[in-house]
């Protein structure tokens, strides 16, 4: 099944995975020595990350590393980009409704 992306980031420990990986690949195991829940908790985060190609995994050996796709982060934030002048020049007019 093919996930939304805003969908995707909108959870809060999988932003803090892309976090992570974004400066640097991890292994599983480094990975979720970052969080306070269960590895196979963490593996079903980065799976869906995958399945939604913000998250690439790469075997080496019998390990298996994570790393960032930017590709998709940047249409998101291009799709943000272009409420920003919306947003800017409609603040004061939010501040009084």
Known sequence: MKRD???VIADPTRRKII????????DLNATAAN?????????QHIKILA??????IKK???????EVKFEKLIEVSEWIDQ?????????TIWLFI
Do not use: H
Not at 51 to 56: I, M, R, T
């Open 19 to 26: 976090n992570l990986l974004a400066p640097q690949s991890l």
């Open 35 to 43: 969080f306070e829940m269960s590895r196979p908790a963490i593996s």
């Open 60 to 66: 080496d050996g019998r390990e298996r590393y994570c």
């Open 51 to 56: 399945e939604c190609d913000l998250v690439e």
């Open 5 to 7: 992306v805003f969908q």
């Open 83 to 91: 409420y920003k002048t919306f947003w800017t020049n409609n603040w």
